[in-house]
Nanobody, 122 residues
Framework: QVQLVESGGGLVQAGGSLRLSCAAS????????MGWYRQAPGKQRERVAF???????NYADSVKGRFTISRDNAKKTVYLQMNSLAPEDTAVYYC????????????????WGQGTQVTVSS
């Protein structure tokens, strides 16, 4: 009923920037909090950034001051602007919507995108 599709990943040199997008589709009325997570090879998935429905944000210490999360509720899209990228940022980045309210009633918990690869070369 709900699909999240990430885009914008790729290969970039250290110090460079990328902007990730995550578009939600389906019979969506509104979306609560959304977040970006990442998983590097051999590591657990970690939350990178979070944005509430009202626009409040939270970041992992490792990305504070470098990454910015934002959302466009009309477009049902969340973004992650990543600046000053470093090799340790290399990971698959996933978008998450913690609760999606559906047109006609009901909600869906814990929707995930398929992930987009970000590779930062030194």
């Amino acid at each position: 009923q709900v699909q999240l599709v990430e885009s914008g990943g790729g290969l970039v040199q250290a110090g460079g920037s990328l902007r990730l997008s995550c578009a939600a589709s389906g019979r969506i009325s509104s979306i609560n909090a959304m977040g970006w997570y990442r998983q590097a090879p051999g590591k657990q998935r970690e939350r990178v950034a979070f944005i509430g429905s009202g626009g409040n944000t939270n970041y992992a210490d490792s990305v504070k001051g470098r990454f910015t999360i934002s959302r466009d509720n009309a477009k049902k899209t969340v973004y992650l602007q990543m600046n000053s990228l470093a090799p340790e940022d290399t990971a698959v980045y996933y978008c998450n919507a913690d609760r999606v309210w559906l047109i006609g009633g009901g909600s869906v918990f814990g929707s995930w995108g398929q992930g987009t690869q970000v590779t930062v070369s030194s």
